[in-house]
Structures are given as C-alpha cells and as structure tokens.
C-alpha cells in the first residue's frame, strides 16, 4: 500500500509535512520521501529507504535542512518517490497511490514516441515516474492527468508539485482517499483524514472521484469537477486505516466494532470461548465489537513485540519471514492454558500466519481455537490497488482449496458460488480451509454484514476481491 502527504503555506511548511508524512507511516514499510519548493531555493528532494528504521529516525536531518513553502511527501511499500521530473511542463516533483495494470503496454507506446525509463532494482518500472511520462506527452498538466486517469487501467491518485501549486488528483472511481485541510496560513492534502489534525488544520472537505484542485498558500481552486460515480475500497476500514481514520465520513473504528458485533451476532450461542481476542494490530477493534455484543470477556492472550522492530524487518527467505512473524507475537501463558479462546483476524489471505499462530496457542495449552475473520473470504486478486500485488489468486488459500475441490480453472459462475454464504459449495470450502488451518470452527464475516457495517451506498463500495464485481 502507500500514503501521501501535501502541505502548502505562507510560511515554511516543511515541520507539516515532515509530520503530515509520518503519520502514513502504517501504510508503507519501504520507501519514504520528501519534496519541497521555495522561490528562494527551487526543489529539494529526499528519499530513504525506511525498511529497519521510522520515517522520523530517517528523515530527522531533512525536517531541519529542507525549507519550502510548498511539499508533497510519501511513504510507500514499492516504488521511491516523490520523484523530480525536467520535462516540457517544467520541472515538478510526483507521488502517486494506486496500481498499474496495463503498464506494459503504457510503456511500449510511450518508447515508441523516444522516451526511455529507469529499471527498479525489482526489474519493474517505477509506476510513479510511469505516471509522469503520461501526463508528458499532453501540453499542459491538467490534460496530462486527466489522460493518465483515463488511459491507467487500474486506479492512481496523485499529487504533483510545481512552482505555481500543489496539484491534487483522485482515481477517477475514488477507490483511495484524498482529504483536505485549511488553516490560517495554508492547506494540505492526504490520505489519512487524521493526518493534520494535531498540526492546526481543521477539515476542508474531501475530494470527490475524478476531481483535480491545485493547492496554494491562498486556497484550494478545482481545476476539474469530479463526480459521484465512487468504488472506495472497503479494505481501508477493515484493514488499511488507521483507528482514527476516517473515510466518506465513517470512522475506521466504529466500523470495526461494528464487524465484530455483526459476527457475535451470527454466532448466538453456537460457540462458547472462555475469552475474545484480536490479532494484533487489525483484529483488537473487531475483537471488542464482538465482546461488547457478545458479552464474552475480551483479553489479550498474546501481544505483540515492537521495540527492536520498529519497522517491518523481514529477511527475503519466506520461512525466516514467518519465523520473524511468528517472534513478534509473545504468549501470555495464563489466559490460554486451559482456555477456550476465539480469535478475530482482519482477514485470511494466504493462511500461512493464522495456522501458524493457532499451532502457537495450542502449544501454549489452549483447549479450543475458533477463528472469525473480520471480512469474507477473499477470492480474488485486488486489480485496484497494491493489497495482493505480490499474492497471486492461486496463492490465496480459498482459490488452492477451491482447486482441491473442482480441479484448475474453475469458471466465474463456479467462483462466485463459492463466494455465496448460503451456499453449499461455501460451506464445503470453509470446512476445508479449517481442516487445513487446524481450527476449531471457522466462521468468516458476510459481505452483506460488512457492507452494513460500513454504512454507506453499497453501490460506492469496492468488493471486487470478495465477489468479483467491478
């Protein structure tokens, strides 16, 4: 995932964005950078690697060297960015949020008219300086953003820095989130509702689908109208989002409390734990939904080690990986020797961990296991955004146990049965998937629950990696 960061002011504005960027440090484990301008100094730039180390650690030198009185910023699990680009529009700087599916054929086009790119270390392009070579090949920079949203199959949010403003641009479907602040002395943009609050600025609004603004010192003026045709993404209030989030008006939290009680209420009596715990982080607010509904003590059964791992250290080799996981999560003994514990996770994606973690509370005396993801089962690569960029399909664990069941390829109509919770061939993958992952039950979250969870228009809501609709 990424998030970003602008800030735009009549003063130096870089204290702002310095902490307006660290505040999307949950979103991105990576990569993180800073872009600034003054009339004074032109651009500065700076980027890090922040994989061992926090944005503020990495970043510390530059919240005191740079000064500019317009920035954008960035953190990100993928490309490096904000980028500075020379180009016929004159120099600005880029950070982009979203996923590039017919990049390949962007690039090919775009080489064709004599341009060239930079291999990342990954061989991939880098999808932000992509983006830039887009909007390249217009004259001016609204009509190059407005023909990168419509030639990107995918989504992409960006903000570009120029010496005349900060220009915000949402996906056209609005899949990701762009909010903006106002204080006296300027503006900002962000992912993270939350993200300017405790820095003065007070909510502006948010930017509808599709919609260009450029921010100035002077105010916020819309270059181009967006429209109401919305597909957020409904993993930004069950995982992505922070707890003080919020998105379209609906708080991350409350709705996670909401998930929780919908799943107590499905349970009824069927299973009896001892105690209700979440997986850390995601889980604890679905976790307590489910106890405040349920009346089920809520506990914490393990907690999670971060002071030697501020970021997310992980080595290359997949079983150090685990290990490395399974090292964070420290049991508490007492309140899983003997117990029944039922357990609340964001969701289930490759199961890997989950199996893992629930072998851990056996092995540490647990007399029961009953695991209830906060989401349905996700049954489809997300096209939208970097969620399962590096997870293909048939590395998550309902497409392997769908297989198992109906042999390779199995048809759109087969997989959206499976996708269907009053169906037979969903109860034949869930008892399945809880054979393989060694639970006790296995009762995941319905996609009608959730979506009521969540509290907006259904039809706004993106459930593609649940149901397959676009």
């Known amino acids: 995932m990424g998030g970003f960061f602008a800030a735009v002011s009549k003063e130096d504005c870089v204290f702002d964005l310095f902490f307006g960027v660290d505040y999307h440090s949950h979103l991105g484990t990576r990569r993180a950078g800073m872009a600034v301008y003054s009339k004074e100094n032109g651009f500065e730039k700076a980027i890090h690697n922040i994989e061992n180390s926090p944005f503020r650690t990495k970043f510390a030198s530059e919240s005191n060297s740079m000064h500019g009185n317009m920035g954008i910023g960035s953190i990100s699990d993928y490309e490096a960015q904000p980028i500075l680009v020379r180009s016929h529009h004159g120099t600005f700087a880029i950070s982009t949020v979203g996923k590039i599916n017919n990049s390949e054929e962007i690039i090919k086009n775009i080489i064709e008219k004599g341009a060239h790119f930079f291999e990342m270390h990954t061989g991939d392009i880098n999808q932000t300086e992509l983006v830039a070579a887009i909007i390249n090949q ?21 903000l570009i820095l120029t010496p005349d403003g900060v220009f915000a641009a949402r996906d056209r479907r609005g899949r990701t989130p762009i909010m903006l602040g106002e204080k006296k002395d300027g503006y900002c943009a962000s992912f993270e509702s939350f993200a300017y609050l405790n820095l003065g600025y007070k909510e502006y609004r948010s930017l509808e689908p599709g919609e260009i603004v450029v921010l100035t010192p002077d105010g916020v003026k819309t270059i181009v109208k967006g429209g109401d045709d919305m597909k957020i993404c409904t993993f930004l209030w069950i995982y992505y989002g922070y707890p003080s989030s919020k998105y379209e008006g609906i708080n991350v939290e409350e709705m996670r409390y909401k998930c929780g ?3 107590a209420k499905r349970d009824a009596g069927e299973v009896k734990p001892d105690i209700v715990a979440g997986v850390p982080d995601s889980g604890v607010a679905h976790a307590i939904g489910y106890a405040n509904e349920s009346g089920v003590p809520y506990s914490r059964p393990f907690v999670k080690y971060t002071p030697t791992w501020p970021r997310s250290f ?18 508490v003994k007492d309140l899983i020797d003997g117990k029944s514990l039922l357990m609340i996770d964001d969701s289930i994606v490759r199961g890997t961990q989950l199996r893992e973690t629930t072998e851990y509370l056996f092995a540490n005396g647990a007399k029961e296991v009953h695991i209830r993801p906060a989401c349905p089962p996700i049954m489809f690569g997300c096209k939208y955004l970097n969620f399962s960029r590096s997870t293909s399909e048939m590395e998550l664990i309902t497409r392997r146990v769908i297989n198992e069941l109906e042999g390779e390829n199995p048809s759109m109509e087969v997989l959206k049965e499976y996708a269907d919770p009053d169906s037979k061939r969903y109860a034949n993958m869930l008892e399945k998937i809880r054979e393989q992952l060694k639970f006790t039950t296995l009762r995941y979250n319905r996609l009608d629950d959730m979506i009521s969870s969540a509290g907006i228009d259904p039809d706004k809501l993106c459930t593609y990696c649940w149901d397959g609709r676009e």
């Open 138 to 158: 217009k004259d001016n920079f609204i009509d190059g953003i407005k023909y990168a949203q419509e030639i990107i199959d995918g989504s992409m949010s960006m």
């Open 261 to 263: 009680s919908a799943l």
């Open 314 to 331: 992980m080595p290359t080799n997949q079983s150090k990986r685990n290990l490395i996981a399974k090292m964070k999560i420290l049991p």
